[in-house]
């Protein structure tokens, strides 16, 4: 393995032996968002769609896409002979959200591997930079018709906009220019503690969204093993009167022009090495309107006894709400939590929301069920907070209602239809 100091370069021609490259992100101190820009001969960002971030994790070639490698926070996977000849460099970058500089970052680090070997490391420290908020870490790039890797460490001042900018992209708030630029949504606010808590204003009138978004996404654990890699997106809903109900696909899917008005798009069967997986629940935004009041919702995931014991942690699961052009993600690092190596904790909690006629709080969970239980999350009203706790009747899904009585004999707790 070689360290890289800024400004070298590395070819991987006789370093790399499959057709996959991976690259590894950390960083400690301040939270960062990280990107990859697929640039033009001229440096210019030409096709949006070769921007890869959270919003987009995949190129339409297949050539880049966001996968973390097992250990790091974050990272991209590269199938470089993919690409168009029109792409000649990807730069990698790191950008901060809110008041912080990368001045306030204690460490981070990229690195290189070829099939979880680690070729070489770039590491970097808030010591290397000054008011930046943004950075482009490193590159790679066409050369004698081979790919090479720089490490790059230049930092910008103006965050990821000025990025975005920099490489002849306007941010879809942005003012458009004469010229047709491609427009990148870059409005997104990341909860990454537990308690944490975001509020989104619903829009009135013509015009306004009509569907709030939410998609939980996982990645293949990397044991090998594709059965035990299928976790499934679940909904409870607390009406304002205190009863719950429940959704999840392919069996109750709900309805989204009608009751319960949140609609699941269905089942995804499993995560693998070249695709993490995603599911996708639609939420009526008049959803307090149709109820008489605020609405609660619990979004968790859930890894059925059935598929094999496995840690949901090792999937690291997370999820996205998107209302119009504004974007919540709740990213609490579920490996931090005490049951993450446990493997008979079926159930966590990803995130909950409060919807009022007005707006949307959001906010992660971090909570898992107890080990060996399949209780669902049960919510109840702590005046105008949610309460959570993992009593809930048990729900198999496929399963018929006679069934799930069965296992259901001392719990009072039913979800209405």
């Not at 931090?336 to 992660?364: F, H, N």
């Amino acid at each position: 393995m070689e360290n890289l100091i800024k400004g070298q370069r590395l070819a991987l021609s006789g370093l790399v032996t499959g057709n996959v490259v991976q690259l590894g992100l950390a960083s400690a101190g301040v939270p960062l968002d990280f990107a990859c820009f697929g640039l033009d001969a001229a440096g210019k960002l030409s096709d949006d769609r070769y921007m890869t971030f959270f919003n987009q994790p995949r190129t339409p070639c297949g050539g880049v896409e966001t996968s973390a490698p097992s250990g790091d926070a974050a990272g991209f996977s590269y199938q470089l002979e993919r690409l168009p000849a029109s792409i000649e460099r990807l730069v990698v970058t790191a950008a901060i959200e809110g008041a912080a500089t990368m001045a306030q970052l204690a460490s981070g680090y990229v690195r290189l591997l070829d099939g979880g070997r680690e070729l070489a490391r770039y590491a970097y420290a808030g010591v290397d930079f000054a008011q930046e908020k943004a950075v482009m870490l490193g590159e790679f790039y066409r050369k004698d018709g081979g790919w090479r890797f720089m490490a790059v460490g230049q930092g910008f001042n103006g965050g990821l906009d000025a990025l975005v900018a920099h490489f002849g992209g306007v941010v879809a708030q942005a003012i458009v220019e004469p010229v047709p630029s491609p427009k990148i949504s870059l409005s997104k606010i990341s909860l990454t503690k537990a308690g944490q808590t975001h509020k989104v204003s619903l829009e009135k009138g013509a015009g306004a969204p009509r569907k709030l978004i939410v998609k939980a996404t996982w990645v293949d654990n990397g044991d090998g093993d594709e059965d035990n890699d299928d976790l499934d997106l679940r909904v409870g809903i607390l009406l304002p009167n205190g009863q719950m109900r429940f959704i999840q696909a392919p069996d109750k899917p709900g309805n989204f022009d009608a009751m319960p008005y949140v609609r699941h798009l269905g089942d995804v069967a499993g995560a693998s090495g070249k695709e993490p997986a995603t599911e996708t629940v639609e939420v009526n935004p008049a959803l307090a309107q149709h109820y008489g009041g605020t609405v609660g919702l619990v979004f968790s995931v859930y890894s059925a006894l059935a598929n094999g014991a496995v840690p949901v942690a090792s999937m690291r699961p997370k999820m996205v709400m998107q209302y119009g052009e504004q974007i919540v993600e709740c990213a609490f690092d579920f490996r931090l939590c005490k049951a993450a190596e446990d493997d008979t904790v079926y159930t966590y909690v990803i995130g909950m929301a409060r919807i009022t006629p007005d707006s949307i709080i959001l906010e992660p969970s971090g909570k898992t069920s107890e080990p060996g239980s399949e209780a669902t999350p049960w919510l109840s009203w702590q005046g105008e907070n949610l309460q959570l706790a993992f009593n809930g009747p048990v729900v198999f899904k496929g399963e018929d209602k006679d069934d799930e009585d069965d296992f259901n004999a001392d719990n009072p707790r039913r979800y209405i239809a």
